[in-house]
């Protein structure tokens, strides 16, 4: 069973070479030379762009901005299944839909660069079949948690997990000064920590996450506010972060149980 993979960037990298566990994958991109190395780096191959051949499979790992436009031109070429990497989930799968109607569909999210491999990988089972099971079992086998979500579940939680945090930490690194290591203290260290992971990546994947989701904007707002506030209205809102943050940790600590099973 082939895979066909659109886009030899991290995120096409990594999950071609986390499925060659089950599927023969062939790579590419409108950068020949970084779809070769991706082929040869998971001794798989390449094929253009503009290709006729068709496949069991085709994955879009392609930038947010070009999804849409990369299912239509490529889904044709999936004999069994379209599935994306794209990292937004709304429009690709409504995009899948229209343009794979009678194919399985799947759109998944890996919430981890890929030299943090494995995490977890949010799915959306739209249109599940024998070829995306295989797909899913194939990154679970792999070590990662694949979990079931919705699209309006995934895009609203992006806008917290990825645009109000980048938001937050880039909003730091910006407004921090200089100061001498002795000054460190717990908290800082772990946003200086933050900023480096967050500015290892590349600017146009972050640009794209900023302009697909809000959440800058709260952000701003609530940097504001705070500046802005007086006594009693910081202890307030201090005292209501604190409950926000004691929520979603009670919201997303496993129970015994489930922790168990796995």
Not at 86 to 91: F, L, Q, R
């Amino acid at each position: 069973m082939e895979v066909l993979v659109i886009g030899a960037g991290e995120m096409g990298r990594w999950v071609g070479s986390t499925l060659t566990a089950e599927f023969d994958v062939a790579f590419a991109d409108r950068d020949p030379d970084a779809a070769r190395a991706a082929a040869t780096s998971t001794d798989g191959r390449t094929v253009s762009l503009a290709t006729e051949e068709t496949f069991d499979a085709v994955c879009l790992a392609v930038p947010i901005s070009a999804a849409d436009e990369a299912v239509f031109d490529h889904a044709p070429r999936a004999e069994r299944a379209v599935f994306d990497v794209t990292g937004v989930m709304d429009a690709p799968v409504t995009a899948m839909r229209e343009a794979a109607a009678d194919r399985e569909r799947l759109s998944l999210h890996p919430l981890f660069a890929a030299a943090n491999a494995p995490g977890n990988v949010a799915a959306v089972r739209d249109a599940p079949g024998p070829v995306t099971e295989r797909v899913c079992d194939t990154l679970s086998a792999a070590g990662n948690e694949v979990f079931e979500t919705t699209p309006a579940e995934h895009d609203e939680a992006m806008e917290t997990v990825q645009a109000s945090a980048h938001a937050a930490v880039l909003a730091y690194a910006l407004a921090a000064e200089d100061v001498r290591e002795e000054f460190a203290t717990p908290v800082s260290e772990s946003l200086s920590s933050l900023v480096e992971t967050v500015t290892g990546g590349t600017p146009r994947v972050y640009r794209e996450i900023q302009e697909s989701f809000p959440g800058a904007d709260r952000v701003a707002d609530a940097a504001t506010e705070l500046a802005s506030a007086d006594a009693e209205t910081f202890e307030q809102l201090y005292r209501d972060a604190s409950t926000r943050s004691d929520g979603r940790d009670a919201a997303t600590e496993p129970d015994s149980e489930s922790e168990d099973d796995r």
